[in-house]
């Protein structure tokens, strides 16, 4: 991203939600965002995924220019490229556990059983399958939503207060059973948090405030690497 911006025009006024923000993100990078409330983080997450369009400044992935106000094109970007976890899991209530995984890797065109179960396993869900997202607790639909968004490999994987629902316990195993599935499949991603604790499975933090990058730090990784 070069100088990128997303103004919103408000009777109030313009709303610079992103003010100019450089950045580029190399393959197998882990990125944790961090900002206060209102900084413009999911902003900067519905660009990087195409579901939004900027209004300034350039956005290439790949060395291509990521396609911007044309819905179609949009929608191809992010089924080949993009995984994203919502702040609101967006599961599919009328499909169990498991088909909510295999729609979505069906979609990919990598429809693959075997694997989906494997990830249901990773996030400790392996009892849910054959449940409804109405049946299960938030922080389980949370793992759902988490084991949905890397099950057809994603080259960028975005995540929007990706453990907000779950304990510290949950959360550190569900981090670290993503970041094992991201060193495996070279997998690049960007987490929103507002948890500090969650820097250590990063290699890298980019700190925003009122729609500029304020920092961009390379952290020590924790483990091996
Ligand atoms: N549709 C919109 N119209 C006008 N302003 C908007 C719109 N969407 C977001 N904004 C503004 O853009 C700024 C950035 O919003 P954004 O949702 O990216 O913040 P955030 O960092 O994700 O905050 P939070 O941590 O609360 O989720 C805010 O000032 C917000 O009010
Ligand atoms: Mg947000």
Redesign the pocket.
């Known amino acids: 991203m070069e100088n990128l911006e997303r103004h ?1 025009e ?1 009777p109030a006024g313009v ?1 610079k ?1 992103l003010d100019g923000v450089s950045f580029q993100i190399s393959e197998g990078e882990r990125v944790i965002l961090l ?10 997450l519905n660009c990087l995924s195409s579901l939004d369009s900027p209004t300034g400044g350039t956005y290439s992935f790949h060395g291509e220019e990521v396609p911007r106000n044309h819905s179609e094109k949009m929608t191809s970007f992010r089924r080949e490229n993009i995984g994203y976890v919502f702040q609101f899991f967006n599961l599919l209530q009328d499909l169990t556990v498991l088909e909510n995984i295999l729609l979505i890797q069906e979609i990919a065109g990598k429809k693959d059983e075997a694997r989906a179960l494997e990830l249901l396993k990773l996030v400790g869900l392996e009892a849910e399958v054959n449940r409804f997202p109405g049946e299960i607790s938030g922080g389980q639909q949370q793992r759902v939503a988490i084991a949905r968004s890397i099950a057809k490999r994603p080259n960028l994987l975005l995540g929007d207060e990706l453990t907000g629902n779950l304990d510290t316990e949950t959360s550190q195993k569900v981090m670290t059973a993503l970041v094992k599935a991201c060193k495996e499949e070279n997998i690049t991603s960007v987490f ?1 948090t ?1 948890d500090e604790g969650l820097v250590k499975y990063a290699t890298r933090v980019i700190r925003i405030d009122s ?1 500029k990058i304020v920092s961009d730090e390379l952290t020590k990784p924790s483990e091996e690497e």
Request: proline share 6%; hydrophobic share 25%.
């Open positions: 919103y408000t709303v939600a900002g206060p409330s209102g900084s413009g983080k999911t902003t900067l929103v507002h729609g």
